[in-house]
């Protein structure tokens, strides 16, 4: 079974510009959720999605929204970027169908994630 | 909110040595806990996890139990291995209900250097 997918996995952008990121989830999974790796902060949650809706939001400006497609697939854009966007960015799945299968509603599997990095 | 305390490193050992990686966590509810491990240029891999109190997860000679007396997820190991250096991440979810709770909280990371 292939895992989560995610591209471009390196991006580079200047300041002021926007950027979409892609990710594919495990196949069967509903939930997408979306982390932030920075070395100064860690790993900070930025938004979830199930079943084409947002469910979850984290404390993140305006500027980063996402959107999940039928097929769970989801994309996440930042608008504006700054300096300080320069991060990792994770996806994971979760939440097959039936919640019974291994790993169960509980288990987020991560994307190799896309190296972003603004200028 | 939620929260997660992981002995910051780095740690760094011999090859063989024994491992232990201090997580401590704080939550309303009955969280499940999770070890992730992170090597260089990679994003995260699920290690372990044990989703209800006294459960112990295991992987690859890698083990944590569940103590919710002391609400800790201590990982351990008996006998690394050079491969093993990479950074661990405790974490924790409250999936129960889903909703506004479905997500992860991460501890800050360990760096485990294995040396031969």
């Known amino acids: 079974k292939a895992g989560v997918t995610q591209t471009p996995r390196y991006l580079i952008k200047t300041r002021g510009q926007q950027v979409t990121l892609s990710c594919s989830p495990i196949?069967?999974?509903?939930?997408v959720s979306w982390y932030q790796q920075t070395p100064g902060q860690g790993l900070q949650f930025l938004f979830e999605?199930?079943?084409?809706?947002?469910?979850n939001k984290g404390n993140f400006p305006g500027r980063f929204s996402g959107r999940q497609f039928s097929n769970s697939r989801s994309e996440m854009n930042v608008s504006t970027l700054e300096l300080g966007d320069s991060a990792l960015y994770l996806c994971?799945?979760?939440?097959?169908?039936?919640?019974?299968?291994?790993?169960?509603?509980?288990?987020?599997?991560f994307g190799p994630g896309t190296r972003l990095t603004v200028l | 909110g939620n929260s997660v305390t992981q002995m910051e490193g780095p740690v760094t050992l011999s090859e063989e040595a024994f491992l232990t990686i201090n997580c401590t966590y704080t939550?309303?509810?009955?969280?499940?806990l999770f070890w992730y491990v992170q090597y260089p240029g990679e994003g995260l891999q699920l290690l372990l996890k044990?989703?209800?109190?006294?459960d112990k997860g295991s992987n690859k000679g890698f083990e944590a139990t569940y103590r919710k007396e002391t609400t800790s997820f201590h990982l351990e190991k008996g006998s690394v291995q050079v491969s093993d250096s990479a950074v661990y991440f405790c974490?924790?979810?409250?999936?129960?209900?889903?909703?506004?709770?479905?997500?992860?909280?991460f501890g800050k990371g360990t760096l485990l250097t294995v040396n031969p």
């Open positions: 994971a799945s979760s939440f097959p169908f039936p919640s019974t299968l291994a790993g169960g509603r509980d288990t987020q599997y």
């Open positions: 196949s069967g999974h509903r939930s």
């Open positions: 999605y199930f079943s084409e809706t947002q469910r």
């Open positions: 939550a309303t509810g009955y969280p499940s």
């Open positions: 044990a989703t209800k109190a006294d």
């Open positions: 974490a924790l979810i409250q999936a129960r209900g889903g909703g506004s709770n479905y997500k992860l909280t």
